[in-house]
């Protein structure tokens, strides 16, 4: 083969091909936020960067460098988990706006941000999740996150219920509990979580536990 022949079927190549690129990894990340809730009220996260810490960001979240890119994972089946469900479908970022464009409904609700899912610790009860080791009324919401989108690897989130925000919070003087807790990147008045670890909360509280997916305490099987 001359070498224009060689060019030529790189070129050749390349066009049904087509470019290409790198899919951008993500790492599991899970927040829990412990709130007894009424029936027919649901809670989600919103979150990313701060707006007011960073200026450069806009409201476009899809082009809005403090909105995070994420994926939510399956939890579970069956009429529990609907509702959640339904609103992960184009869920694609962890943000401070409500619904996204496209993000799917249930019962004609839209999402008020990225969806959890209310959890129990107890085995056979509508709920359980191995990564609930403390009780009852921790919604959780699972998803794969962007670290490298993130202030190294921390970010900032609350929980808002039926248009109702939570308290704003103050962070403990020592930081949180945990194997995967940390200095974070400034004081303010939303809850830090850290991209790939678990991440447990108490609604308008500081109160907060970090650690990993490993840790000791954790049931196998998610």
């Not at 579970?76 to 339904?86: D, E, F, I, L, V």
């Amino acid at each position: 083969m001359t070498h224009l022949q060689m060019l030529l079927a790189i070129s050749i190549f390349a066009v049904a091909v087509g470019p290409i690129t790198s899919a951008v990894a993500k790492s599991r990340t899970v927040i829990m936020i412990e709130k007894q809730t009424n029936f027919g009220e649901f809670l989600f996260i919103r979150g990313g960067l701060a707006l007011e810490r960073h200026p450069e960001c806009s409201s476009d979240v899809a082009t809005s460098a403090c909105a995070i890119p994420i994926h939510d994972r399956q939890i579970g089946t069956g009429a529990h988990y609907n509702a959640y469900n339904a609103w992960s479908v184009g869920d694609n970022f962890l943000d401070w706006n409500g619904a996204e464009a496209g993000q799917g409904s249930y019962n004609g609700m839209k999402a008020q941000g990225t969806p959890a899912v209310w959890s129990t610790n107890r085995i056979n009860i509508n709920g359980y999740n191995p990564l609930n080791r403390y009780g009852d009324h921790y919604w959780i919401s699972d998803f794969d996150m962007d670290c490298s989108q993130t202030e190294n690897n921390w970010f900032e989130m609350k929980a808002i219920i039926n248009g109702q925000w939570e308290s704003d919070v103050d962070a403990p003087a020592l930081g949180c509990t945990g194997n995967q807790a940390g200095g974070v990147p400034a004081h303010t008045k939303n809850h830090w979580a850290r991209c790939g670890a678990i991440n447990v909360f108490h609604f308008s509280s500081g109160a907060c536990e970090v650690m990993s997916f490993d840790d000791p305490g954790i049931r196998p099987g998610k």
